[in-house]
Nanobody
C-alpha cells in the first residue's frame, strides 16, 4: 500500500537550516507529483512546495529563495531543504502525493519543525 513517512523535523534557531525527508513506498514514485504542505499551530493547511514527475519544482512565495524541493528517484525519497528559517515557519510539515484528479490522495503523518531561540 502507499506509504509516506516524513522525518527530519526538530528544534532550530532562527536563521538555521533543516532538511526534511519523505520516504515513499507502494507506488511508482517517479510518476507522481509530490507536495509539501504545512500546518502552523492554530492555523489551516498551507501549500509550501511541489515537484513534478519531471524536473520542475514550485514553491510558495512565503518560502521562495529559502526552501528547495528535490527528489532522489533511486531511493524513493523526496527532500525539503530549508534555510534561513523564521519563527513563522514553525509548523507540522506533511508530504503528500498528488493523485490522478489533482487531489492530494495520500499524506504522511507529518514532522514538526519548531523555529525558536
Amino acid at each position: 500500500q502507499v506509504q509516506l513517512v516524513e522525518s527530519g523535523g526538530g528544534l532550530v534557531q532562527p536563521g538555521g537550516s533543516l532538511r526534511l525527508s519523505c520516504a515513499a513506498s507502494g507506488f511508482h514514485f517517479s510518476q507522481y507529483y509530490m507536495n509539501w504542505v504545512r500546518q502552523a499551530p492554530g492555523k489551516g493547511l498551507e501549500w509550501v512546495s511541489g515537484i513534478s514527475g519531471g524536473p520542475f519544482t514550485y514553491v510558495a512565495d512565503s518560502v521562495k529563495g529559502r526552501f528547495t524541493f528535490s527528489r532522489d528517484i533511486a531511493k524513493n525519497i523526496c527532500y525539503l531543504q530549508m534555510h534561513s528559517l523564521k519563527p513563522e515557519d514553525t509548523a507540522v510539515y506533511y508530504c503528500a502525493r498528488v493523485g490522478t484528479y489533482n487531489e492530494m490522495d495520500y499524506w504522511g503523518k507529518g514532522t514538526l519543525v519548531t523555529v525558536s531561540s
